[in-house]
């Protein structure tokens, strides 16, 4: 019953812009690492730019309020991985800024980047512990 109340979903038109758009992110990225590149970074260097680009510039479209729109439009392609996880990581302490800096900003910026930041370092250290004994062991 659901399915015949609920509007068809465009999916060739959506896929369609998911592509574009998505494709523009990498290309933008692509744009910046050789940008990067020419100015004398070694490659390493430049690829941690370009993340550390990205990240910046969609965290601030997220909270212009700028992100939510362009994702909107879209759709799957603004999900890739770098932008997405920023918008991702951005978006709860953008949502709760009414409530105050420490107790809105503060308080909920780490909901979901808690668990990614806890989980990165947990096994950092384990990989790390595994990589230490394995050198000590030869």
């Given at each position: 019953m659901a399915d015949d109340i609920a509007p068809r979903s465009?999916?060739?038109k959506n896929g369609f812009w998911a592509f574009?758009?998505?494709g523009a992110i990498c290309a933008f990225g692509q744009l910046l690492f050789q940008w990067y590149s020419a100015a004398?970074?070694?490659?390493?260097d430049a690829r941690a730019t370009v993340s550390v680009t990205l990240i910046g510039l969609v965290a601030l479209l997220t909270a212009l309020d700028v992100y939510d729109?362009?994702?909107?439009?879209?759709?799957?392609?603004?999900?890739?991985?770098?932008?997405?996880?920023a918008n991702s990581m951005v978006s709860p302490a953008i949502e709760f800024k009414q409530e105050g800096h420490?107790?809105?900003?503060?308080?909920?910026?780490f909901k979901i980047a808690g668990p990614v930041i806890l989980y990165g370092s947990f096994a950092s250290a384990?990989?790390?512990a595994v990589l230490w004994i394995f050198q000590q062991v030869k």
């Open positions: 465009p999916w060739a574009v758009c998505g004398g970074m070694s490659e390493n729109d362009f994702a909107g439009f879209a759709g799957a392609g603004s999900l890739v991985p770098i932008t997405g996880f420490v107790l809105g900003i503060g308080a909920n910026m384990v990989y790390g």
